[in-house]
């Protein structure tokens, strides 16, 4: 099976090769004696005292975990009891080697005995066997099988449907765009939760269809795994989904997350109208994430939008601080007045001021002129009036 993880995983093991002695030439040719060069690093490890001892210790020490769940990690160990020069070196690739395969073998009879108690039918035992079963490529089968299973309990198939989201195949991408795919699947909803959290590129074409099907009840669950994917081409979803006018305030309000995350400038001019509020409750969870989010994308045309919200007289508290909050985060040095002239204003609420001083903190560093212990004074100052 294909890992969706494995190749940076497997750039790291590449150097623990060449900390090991070996060549990747030799390693991919197939070849059995290491290349000059592999030979001599070997010659001068072998010198080498107790610091190097320690480094190639943990080298083996990370191989072993990745032998237990990378037949590619076993290879690597095998290759280093055939070939290495350095015989202490081949005796502990052995020794791992064993280690590893005797747990791999123990692993492979655990998932089998676990596989027959959920064929039980008995609930319980088969919840048990489903949280017994480990994280790993081999049991991947046997997670399959059951949460594909529509004549099982609905939370025993959801709970093998989290499991097998947490192994980081190509081929667990795939069954859960099979189960998201099918609209009469009870976990179809939590099938598209997880696509997102597996952080695979192939799934954004569907997730962005789901999300901007108006008449698909999951588009919530398909925007929040499009944020959590954070690839910058789900950003045009998240700008379709805040202009459709029918869309609920919910899925708008989780499209103005994606686009603070995504950092997203060309959903500026989308999401000043919503910071100002038109069309929308005084203090909706709308404004708010739009004011975040303007906040999160540093964009300079969203410093004066912010700076209006909070110099308003008649403005709702909650927004004037979440605007003051978003000028902080923009680290925009246009916001400094507006802040300051907020602290000096006796009638904002408290809330807005303390908002506005974390604001300055953050923008500034406290390096506003003058000493420091003169502005925290001032500020102190401002505050207690």
Do not use: N
Not at 247 to 266: N, R, V
Not at 322 to 329: D, M, R, V
């Amino acid at each position: 099976m294909r890992r969706g993880v494995a190749p940076s995983a497997f750039c790291c093991a590449g150097v623990l090769v060449l900390a090991l002695g070996f060549s990747a030439q030799a390693q991919e040719e197939g070849e059995g004696t290491p290349a000059p060069a592999a030979g001599a690093l070997a010659q001068e490890i072998a010198r080498m005292g107790d610091i190097q001892f320690k480094a190639r210790e943990e080298a083996f020490h990370v191989l072993s975990g990745w032998a237990r769940r990378f037949p590619e990690a076993r290879e690597v160990l095998a290759q280093a009891v055939a070939v290495h020069a350095d015989l202490e070196v081949r005796e502990r690739a052995r020794m791992v080697l064993e280690e590893t395969e005797l747990d791999y073998a123990q692993t492979r009879l655990g998932i089998e005995g676990l596989a027959q108690k959920l064929r039980s039918g008995d609930v319980r035992v088969q919840f048990e066997a489903i949280a017994s079963l480990p994280r790993v490529d081999e049991a991947f089968g046997v997670l399959k099988a059951f949460a594909a299973d529509r004549q099982a309990d609905p939370q025993l198939r959801a709970a093998a449907l989290e499991i097998l989201a947490r192994i980081p195949l190509v081929e667990t991408a795939a069954f859960l765009s099979a189960v998201a795919r099918d609209p009469q699947d009870p976990l179809r909803e939590r099938a598209v939760f997880w696509l997102g959290r597996l952080r695979v590129a192939s799934v954004l074409p569907y997730l962005s269809s789901i999300a901007r099907d108006a008449r698909d009840p999951v588009r919530l669950r398909a925007c929040y795994a499009l944020t959590i994917l954070g690839d910058p081409a789900a950003a045009p979803v998240f700008r379709d989904v805040l202009q459709d006018i029918d869309a609920p305030e919910d899925l708008k309000s989780m499209a103005a997350i994606g686009c603070g995350a995504l950092a997203d400038g060309q959903a500026v001019p989308i999401l000043m109208p919503i910071a100002q509020g038109e069309g929308l409750p005084p203090s909706s969870a709308l404004r708010i994430f739009a004011l975040r989010s303007l906040g999160r994308i540093r964009d300079p045309r969203a410093v004066a939008c912010l700076g209006e919200i909070v110099g308003r007289a008649d403005e709702d508290a909650t927004v004037q601080r979440e605007a003051c909050l978003a000028l902080g985060q923009s680290r925009a040095w246009e916001a400094v007045g507006i802040l300051r002239a907020c602290l000096e204003t006796e009638t904002k609420p408290l809330r807005v001021r303390k908002a506005a001083v974390a604001a300055l903190r953050r923008i500034t560093g406290w390096s506003l002129p003058g000493p420091v212990p003169d502005q925290v004074v001032f500020y102190q100052e401002v505050l207690g009036r």
